[in-house]
């Protein structure tokens, strides 16, 4: 893979050579399946928060265990290209698992970010980042932005 599209063992050796740099490693995840002004304010406000902002980026498989057979509406590698795009993303990565725990460890960030809808205490990987001398850290969440909410208003204006 080139460009910002990494593969987990690719991105482990660039964030190895990164931190060895002192560059401070930000690491977000989610589906980004419709990407939208809300995803956009939130990787922009990730990024202000670090060197190097990596979002890991769940797969199609993933996508429909946690949220169900009609899901995604893109397909994984649009989603990453997609998001390759935004000068506030560095590094993207695809996982399969249903959460980013094993890449987290993987990449041991420096700081781990989601949105202020998660909250600290149900951040998956906080403890480990903790453990590892990392923060957790919440951006703002902006209301009435959402992957969900976007498909339910296209299906009732159909």
């Known amino acids: 893979?080139?460009?910002k599209i990494k593969t987990?063992?690719?991105l482990e050796k660039t964030i190895h050579q990164l931190k060895r740099q002192g560059k401070k490693i930000a690491f977000t995840n989610g589906c980004f399946d419709i990407?939208?002004?809300g995803h956009l304010k939130?990787?922009?406000?990730?990024?202000?928060?670090a060197d190097v902002l990596v979002v890991g980026l769940n797969s199609d498989a993933s996508i429909k265990r946690i949220k169900g057979a009609s899901r995604p509406i893109n397909r994984q590698a649009?989603?990453?290209?997609?998001?390759?795009?935004?000068?506030?993303?560095?590094?993207?990565?695809?996982?399969?698992?249903?959460?980013?725990?094993?890449?987290?460890?993987?990449l041991k960030?420096?700081?781990?970010?989601?949105?202020r809808?998660?909250?600290?205490?149900?951040?998956v990987g906080a403890d480990f980042v903790r453990a590892s001398g990392g923060?957790?850290?919440?951006?703002?969440?902006?209301?009435?932005?959402?992957?969900?909410?976007?498909?339910?208003?296209?299906?009732?204006n159909c």
């Not at 939130?42 to 928060?49: H, I, M, P, Q, V």
């Not at 809808?117 to 951040?123: E, G, T």
């Not at 951006?139 to 969900?148: C, E, I």
């Open 117 to 123: 809808d998660w909250s600290v205490r149900k951040i």
């Open 109 to 115: 960030p420096d700081i781990l970010i989601k949105g």
């Open 1 to 3: 893979m080139d460009g």
């Open 78 to 106: 649009d989603r990453a290209r997609m998001l390759e795009a935004l000068s506030a993303v560095d590094y993207i990565t695809i996982f399969s698992e249903d959460t980013p725990f094993k890449l987290i460890q993987v």
């Open 135 to 156: 923060r957790v850290i919440t951006v703002p969440y902006l209301k009435g932005y959402s992957t969900t909410g976007l498909i339910e208003k296209i299906k009732n």
């Open 35 to 37: 990407l939208h002004y």
């Open 8 to 10: 987990r063992a690719r």
């Open 42 to 49: 939130y990787l922009e406000d990730a990024k202000a928060k």
